[in-house]
């Protein structure tokens, strides 16, 4: 089984660098992390010509490096080997992705700034670019993990979602919840109404469920969690119902197939990515 050994974190130098740092060193001594990279990109292209003589004889990497030691000290307590990685590069995804690939990062874990004007460091492209698995943090999450949401579409693929809730569960109490959400086939409306489709598709759905959970042969409890995606998409759904909830983690896979449930399309998982979601989301690839 995967092993989360390395991670990468990525600095921007804006407000939320320090709930990353801590969150990283909360995920870090969770499961075991030997190793932290926290990575900040200088996009010098971006200095305005009104800056660029009072910053002609500032060495920006030594002060910004400076900067982000001091700031991983103060907020970095697990006991994983860390280390600030300071670089120029006109794209910061093709940076992440470099230092990805060259220190064989297992985790990856992003800022989600979609409550605030601009994109952050969070980027679609990277939910495509890396390899390895992402996870989004918000400025609200709480570094405490009692309430987990999987979602899956009963697919081989959203399987591997288990691998990490088994790593985040053990050791500690935790409860998890599977998530699925189905539709009924709009094709056959013309000929068969919704209504009386609903309840047969619903049997059909529990009776997926129960053998997927069966062929899973997980060691901790699963509690299922079903919804009906009839009058929304299955990220809508989502995104409502954790509202509702007490929900610490969002854990997906990044693809699926299922032909009931559109969550696994993959522009669901982009969706999700992309949202305004007030808790961490653990996309596995």
Same mark, same amino acid.
């Given at each position: ?6 991670? $990468?974190?990525? $600095?921007?130098?804006?407000? $939320? +660098? ?11 001594? %969770? ?82 700034? /979609?409550?605030? /004007? ?5 980027? &679609? ?5 890396? %390899? ?9 999450? #709480? ?7 999987? &979602? ?6 959203? %399987? /591997?979602?288990? #691998? ?33 489709? &609903? ?8 009776? /997926?469920? +129960? ?18 995606? #009839? ?11 954790? %509202? ?36 961490? $989301?653990?996309?596995?690839?």
């Amino acid at each position: 089984m995967k092993k989360i050994k390395n991670i $990468l974190v990525a $600095l921007d130098l804006s407000h $939320l +660098d320090e709930k990353l740092i801590s969150y990283a060193s909360f995920i870090a001594e %969770r499961l075991k992390a030997e190793n932290v990279y926290f990575v900040h990109n200088i996009k010098k292209y971006e200095i305005s010509e009104l800056f660029e003589e009072h910053l002609k004889d500032v060495n920006l990497d030594e002060v910004i490096g400076d900067e982000l030691n001091e700031k991983v000290k103060e907020h970095f307590k697990a006991p994983a080997n860390w280390e600030v990685l300071i670089s120029e590069d006109p794209y910061s995804e093709s940076l992440i992705k470099y230092i990805a690939e060259k220190y064989s990062i297992d985790l990856a874990i992003l800022g989600n700034k /979609k409550h605030e /004007k601009g994109t952050g460091v969070v980027s &679609g492209k990277l939910l495509r670019l890396l %390899r390895c698995d992402i996870l989004a943090v918000p400025g609200a999450a #709480r570094e405490s993990i009692k309430n987990i949401w999987a &979602g899956t579409d009963f697919s081989q693929d959203s %399987r /591997k979602v288990f #691998r990490v809730t088994k790593d985040l569960q053990e050791g500690h109490q935790v409860d998890l919840k599977v998530v699925h959400v189905y539709s009924v086939p709009v094709q056959f409306s013309p000929y068969v109404s919704p209504e009386s489709m &609903g309840p047969k598709v619903e049997k059909h759905v529990k009776e /997926k469920f +129960d053998k997927f959970l069966k062929k899973l042969n997980y060691s901790e409890a699963i509690e299922p969690l079903i919804f009906m995606g #009839r009058e929304s998409g299955a990220a809508q759904k989502i995104i409502a119902n954790l %509202r509702n909830s007490e929900v610490d983690m969002l854990v997906i896979s990044d693809k699926g197939g299922n032909t009931f449930s559109p969550f696994a399309v993959g522009t669901v998982t982009e969706e999700l990515f992309n949202a305004n979601l007030d808790v961490p $989301l653990w996309v596995v690839k």
